[in-house]
C-alpha cells in the first residue's frame, strides 16, 4: 500500500513541476498587442503600435474629387483626420451590407492622421509572439498585399494587416 502511494506522490510531484516549467516559458515569452476587428465576415488585426485610438462612427464630410477608397474626412477634437474605407481598399466593399455605424480606427502615418473604418473592434489582446503564423496560401490577394501575419482567434483566421501600406495604397 505504502508503495502505491509514493509512486502517486511521485507522479504529482512530475505533473506539479512540469506546469509550473511551461508557465515559467510562457511568463518570459515575448509578447505583441494587437486590436482585432470585424470587416463584414473577415477578422483583422493591426499592431498595437499601429493604431492611435478608437472613435465611434460620425458623419464623414465628402471631399469632391476623393475617390471610393478615401471617401471624406472627420474632425477629431478640432484637428481633420482623413477616412479610409478598408472595404474598398481590400476589394471586399461588395460582399459587405454596411450601415451608417461601425468605428475609426485611428492611424497615424506620415505628417498625418487616418481614421480607418471597420465594422465591429471584436478585441485588444496581448498574445505571444510566437502564436503568428505566415500567410496561408489560400489567403485573399486583396488582403495579402496588405498583411504581415495571421493566428487564431476563437477558431477563426485574424489577418495582421500593416496600417502603413495601407495608408500607402490611398496616397499613392
Given amino acids: 500500500m505504502v508503495e502505491e502511494s509514493l509512486k502517486s506522490d511521485a507522479i504529482l ?14 511568463i518570459d515569452e515575448e509578447r505583441m498587442s ?24 460620425t458623419e464623414v464630410t465628402w471631399i469632391p474629387g476623393a475617390t ?27 460582399r459587405i451590407k454596411r450601415a451608417a455605424s461601425g468605428f475609426f480606427i485611428m492611424v497615424r502615418a506620415g505628417d498625418g492622421r487616418n481614421g480607418i473604418l471597420v465594422d465591429n473592434i471584436v478585441d485588444i489582446l496581448e498574445m505571444p ?22 493566428f487564431e482567434y476563437n477558431h477563426k483566421m485574424v489577418t495582421v494587416l500593416n496600417a502603413d501600406w495601407i495608408i500607402e495604397k490611398v496616397n499613392s
Fill in 13 to 26: 510531484s512530475q505533473i506539479s513541476s512540469h506546469s509550473f516549467a511551461e508557465k515559467m516559458v510562457a
Fill in 68 to 94: 471610393a477608397l478615401l471617401p471624406g474626412v472627420i474632425s477629431v477634437r478640432g484637428d481633420v483626420a482623413a477616412v479610409l474605407d478598408l472595404s474598398q481598399v481590400l476589394g471586399i466593399h461588395e
Fill in 129 to 150: 509572439i510566437s502564436e503568428e503564423r505566415q500567410l496561408l496560401s489560400t489567403l485573399d490577394e486583396g488582403f495579402r498585399r496588405f498583411a504581415l501575419s495571421q
Fill in 34 to 57: 494587437v486590436l482585432i476587428f470585424q470587416l463584414g465576415d473577415d477578422l483583422f488585426a493591426f499592431r498595437g503600435s499601429q493604431a492611435r485610438e478608437i472613435l465611434p462612427f
